[in-house]
C-alpha cells in the first residue's frame, strides 16, 4: 500500500514563496496519479494540481494557475508543489493524494477528492505579513 508523506509548509509573507515536498513509499510514484489538494477552516476541500501517471502530463485549477508548479522525481520518488506570489488566501492545510493508475496507459483523474484513495497527514501553509 502506497504511502505519502508531505513537508513543506510554513508561515510566509504575502508575496512569498514555499516549495511543498510530498514523499511516496510502498510503490514507485510513477504508478500513481498524484493530486494536490488544500483545506482551509471552515471551507471544503479542494483541488489545485493534479500530475498524472505514466506520462508527464499536470493540470491546475484555475486559482493556482501561474503561480504554483507540480513536478515529479521518478528516481526520489517523490511529488512537488512550488508555491509562488503566494496570496493570504492561499492559507490552508496542504495535502497530497494518490489515485492508482491504469498499467501503461498514462492516466489523470479529476480534482474531485473522491478519485483517489491514499492521502497523506498534510502541512499547514499561512500566508499572512
Known amino acids: 500500500q502506497v504511502q505519502l508523506v508531505e513537508s513543506g509548509g510554513a508561515l510566509v509573507q504575502p508575496g512569498g514563496s514555499l516549495r511543498l515536498s510530498c514523499a511516496v513509499s510502498?510503490?514507485?510514484?510513477?504508478?500513481?496519479?498524484i493530486g494536490w489538494f488544500r483545506q482551509a477552516p471552515g471551507k471544503a476541500r479542494e483541488g489545485i494540481s493534479r500530475i498524472s501517471s505514466g506520462e508527464y502530463i499536470i493540470d491546475y485549477s484555475d486559482s493556482v494557475k501561474g503561480r504554483f508548479t507540480g513536478s515529479r522525481d521518478n528516481a526520489k520518488n517523490a511529488v512537488y508543489l512550488q508555491m509562488n506570489s503566494l496570496k493570504p488566501e492561499d492559507t490552508a492545510m496542504y495535502y497530497c493524494?494518490?489515485?492508482?493508475?491504469?498499467?501503461?496507459?498514462?492516466?489523470?483523474?479529476?480534482?474531485?477528492?473522491?478519485?483517489?484513495?491514499?492521502w497523506g497527514q498534510g502541512t499547514q501553509v499561512t500566508v499572512s505579513s
Open positions: 510502498g510503490s514507485n510514484v510513477a504508478r500513481y496519479a
Open positions: 493524494a494518490a489515485a492508482p493508475g491504469l498499467g501503461s496507459v498514462t492516466f489523470i483523474p479529476t480534482l474531485n477528492d473522491y478519485e483517489y484513495d491514499f
